[in-house]
T-cell receptor
Framework: NAGVMQNPRHLVRRRGQEARLRCSPMKGHSHVYWYRQLPEEGLKFMVYLQKENIIDESGMPKERFSAEFPKEGPSILRIQQVVRGDSAAYFC??????????????FGPGTRLTVT | TQLLEQSPQFLSIQEGENLTVYCNSSSVFSSLQWYRQEPGEGPVLLVTVVTGGEVKKLKRLTFQFGDARKDSSLHITAAQPGDTGLYLCAGKNQAGTALIFGKGTTLSVSS
């Protein structure tokens, strides 16, 4: 049973470019979460999506960041016009639809974004 | 605001020693999860504790959830170099839509 998959694992972008991070949830999971990890701040929630719906985006910066989880295909976290402060590790997690263990989230290996 | 505070922040011990790390909050959580993260990888779920006072064991790791569901501890017996990593506790936010993480305890076990 494949785990959460993220690609690319490493991404280098110049200031002003766009970054697209992809996440495929575990089989049978339809809830996707994105987190950002900075060295001094720990893991911070960004957005929670179900298929074709954004449920909670309270952790997303107001500008330049967007996320989607289409009916077909992976979830995408998109960062437009990247700045150096966007350099971080971005993690995707998924959880089951519902039931006893719906509160458990399983993480992918992350995408390390470096903005030069 | 729900916060999880972990202590100690760093712990460096010799192989064979025992250790305990703590996760505390002023808020009640319906459940807490413990994760371990190695450099360059994502967090790996170790255990979920749900009931106040609950104790769960995973080989040499013992997890306890406080009676009031505001705190948790992780005890490792006879630590090994393979236990090295960042240990994170996490709990669901009040809306139930996201995990709140502590900043973690970085454990280094040397042989």
């Amino acid at each position: 049973n494949a785990g959460v998959m993220q690609n690319p694992r490493h991404l280098v972008r110049r200031r002003g470019q766009e970054a697209r991070l992809r996440c495929s949830p575990m089989k049978g999971h339809s809830h996707v979460y994105w987190y950002r990890q900075l060295p001094e701040e720990g893991l911070k929630f960004m957005v929670y999506l179900q298929k074709e719906n954004i449920i909670d985006e309270s952790g997303m910066p107001k500008e330049r960041f967007s996320a989607e989880f289409p009916k077909e295909g992976p979830s995408i976290l998109r960062i437009q016009q990247v700045v150096r402060g966007d350099s971080a590790a971005y993690f995707c997690a998924s959880s089951p639809v519902a039931g006893q263990f719906s509160y458990e989230q399983y993480f992918g290996p992350g995408t390390r974004l470096t903005v030069t | 605001t729900q916060l999880l505070e972990q202590s100690p922040q760093f712990l460096s011990i010799q192989e064979g020693e025992n250790l305990t790390v703590y996760c505390n909050s002023s808020s009640v959580f319906s459940s807490l999860q413990w994760y371990r993260q190695e450099p360059g990888e994502g967090p790996v779920l170790l255990v979920t504790v749900v009931t106040g006072g609950e104790v769960k064991k995973l080989k040499r790791l013992t997890f306890q959830f406080g009676d009031a569901r505001k705190d948790s501890s992780l005890h490792i017996t006879a630590a090994q170099p393979g236990d090295t990593g960042l240990y994170l506790c996490a709990g669901k936010n009040q809306a139930g839509t996201a995990l709140i993480f502590g900043k973690g305890t970085t454990l280094s076990v040397s042989s």
